[in-house]
């Protein structure tokens, strides 16, 4: 069996003839599933010397239960059948292969490619890099991060005396020490990215002879990652006041940050006059500019920008030494950086959850997390299943109870059914009085939505019965609801102003389901031709009469759904 997730994550798992094997989200499961539109326990496959069969629902004492998104073979719903080697299985948004093993090839082994190559994570795809292979000059010195943590003493463990140079190398070390010491401290309180590189750009005045120091951060992308491309400046200080007007019309060599970002190394470079990587960057060898250094701000897991100090001294240059300072503070910074912004983005999403977990189910909020550019003003038009639902005679209801005790029973009442629009993979659209409208379809559209939208109505109504019943004993008048469905092509997405907007479906679909609600009584469930025909038989149904309704020219062909 392959098993390919709704992540991307892609497994295999072997079976064999003479057990049973469980498919669900249940931990105890064989073939666990991390699917939220997966039931815990959703399917089964039994296997004999001859046949594996997969079975829709779960046994449990003696009874077979049936799941609540069913089990599709080849884009057809079954609740029972023999698997044949290729048959591909849709659970949930789950799909699995079945294969026999005398079907299974040996895998192609593609030749190692000689040039680099860089891994979509996502697509698993190779895609080549194009290298600028250009001098970058002859005065310049590179550093990696990797070199300052992993660089040994030059101190002779066979001499027991110190040379001055040795002498001179610890002191040099034990002030960058000192000095990463008290940054590290000091960070540990900052939480503003402006501070942050406030307290770094001090340390560089303190350790170089910096005259101008300016911290420059990539732009932050949906995905986590940033945009190595787009730089902008989060701050910039002098050593000197009169070099503040150079300072805001300053130029950096954008072919040195790109070196620096993309390899991950620290430059210095000791002549900008003569120096390659400062062609197309005219201002900085116009303002004197005598020798640079650009250090990256990297982690392990991304690059947030870099650093960039230069002297505006002719007959002053950074040295090597300084060259590891700032790469030093660059690389501590970074991971401050990297804390700040997980910190804020986790805030974010915490707020967001909670807003948009009322109103729609986990995998809706996960995908508006990681994607927020599919959530923007505009729609696309799909098919989708509504339903609506309101409370009969509750304006009635209202003006004979006390104010307090409608909200009551409205809360209860709209906790109960939002959880089941949620369990099956619905989204709860709005709460229009007593009444809501639920949408199966939005924002990913299956073939399993109209089964999903009627088991909705039917468990709506059944636990209706059951609140009914814990309501009574606080002295509450029993209510019924009347539940309308229609499947067909409407416009879903953010409608609504840049300052407010909804997620939301228009269109004569939703009308139409809106107009079966309203003619349904207490108790009933309507649905039309298109949402019956789509769903099934998987509950008993009962024609009614054509219903007329106003835009349009032929009447409705309706059904109640018989669930009592």
Request: glycine share 6%.
């Amino acid at each position: 069996m392959i098993i390919t997730e709704p992540t991307g994550h892609r497994w295999e798992m072997p079976i064999s003839p003479g057990r049973t094997y469980s498919i669900g989200r249940a931990k105890e499961s064989d073939i666990l599933l991390n699917d939220r539109r997966v039931s815990r326990k959703h399917a089964f496959i039994t296997a004999d010397a001859h046949n594996f069969t997969l079975v829709d629902g779960f046994v449990e004492n003696g009874q077979l239960y049936r799941s609540v998104n069913h089990v599709f073979i080849n884009g057809n719903m079954h609740l029972e059948c023999v698997l044949a080697d290729g048959d591909v299985m849709t659970i949930g948004e789950s799909t699995l292969e079945f294969k026999t093993v005398a079907a299974v090839a040996e895998p192609v082994r593609e030749p190692i490619p000689d040039k680099l190559v860089n891994y979509d994570s996502d697509m698993m795809k190779t895609r080549s890099v194009a290298f600028d292979d250009l001098p970058l000059g002859h005065t310049q010195v590179q550093l990696s991060v990797n070199e300052i943590i992993g660089r040994k003493s030059n101190i002779s463990l066979e001499s027991a005396v110190a040379t001055p140079e040795e002498v001179k190398d610890l002191r040099r070390k034990a002030k960058i020490l000192e000095l990463l010491f008290e940054m590290s401290k000091t960070l540990g309180t900052v939480f503003e990215l402006e501070e942050i590189f406030e307290k770094a750009t001090d340390l560089i005045f303190r350790g170089t002879p910096a005259d101008r120091v300016v911290a420059l951060l990539a732009e932050d992308t949906p995905s986590g990652k940033t945009d190595t491309e787009k730089l902008y400046r989060i701050g910039a200080k002098t050593r000197d006041a009169s070099f503040e007007k150079l300072t805001e019309k300053l130029t950096v060599s954008r072919t040195i940050t790109k070196k620096v970002m993309s390899e991950g190394v620290a430059i210095l470079s000791q002549d900008a006059k003569t120096d390659e990587q400062f062609q197309g960057a005219e201002s900085i060898v116009s303002q004197g500019v005598r020798s640079t250094i650009c250090a990256p701000l990297i982690t392990q897991s991304n690059v947030h920008g870099v650093i960039y100090a230069d002297r505006l001294d002719p007959f002053a240059a950074f040295s090597p030494d300084h060259l590891e300072l700032i790469s030093a503070v660059a690389a501590q910074t970074a991971v401050t950086v990297e804390t700040v912004k997980a910190h804020k983005r986790l805030a974010r999403e915490e707020v967001a959850r909670a807003n948009y977990s009322r109103f729609m189910p986990e995998y809706v909020v996960k995908q508006l997390l990681e994607d927020p550019d599919s959530f923007k003003l505009g729609g696309v038009n799909q098919t989708i299943t509504v339903l609506f639902a309101d409370i009969r005679g509750f304006t009635a209801f209202s003006e004979k109870e006390n104010p307090e005790r409608v909200v009551s029973l409205l809360n209860q009442y709209f906790s109960v059914m939002s959880e089941i629009i949620f369990d099956h993979g619905g989204t709860l659209d709005k709460y229009i009085g007593d009444g809501l409208m639920a949408l199966f379809g939005a924002p990913t559209a299956t073939v399993a939505d109209p089964i999903n939208a009627v088991m909705t109505a039917v468990t709506m109504q059944k636990r209706l019965v059951e609140l009914n019943a814990e309501l009574s004993s606080t002295g509450f008048a029993s209510v019924a609801m009347g539940i309308g469905l229609h499947t067909g092509e409407a416009t879903i997405g953010y409608i609504g102003s840049e300052k407010r907007s909804e997620y939301t479906a228009i269109g004569d679909t939703v009308n139409l389901a809106s107009r079966l609600e309203s003619n349904a009584a207490g108790g009933q469930i309507l649905i039309s031709e298109a949402t019956a025909t789509a769903a099934g038989d998987i509950f008993p149904m009962v024609k009614r009469d054509p219903l007329t309704v106003k835009n349009r020219v032929q009447p409705v062909e309706l059904f109640e759904v018989i669930w009592a």
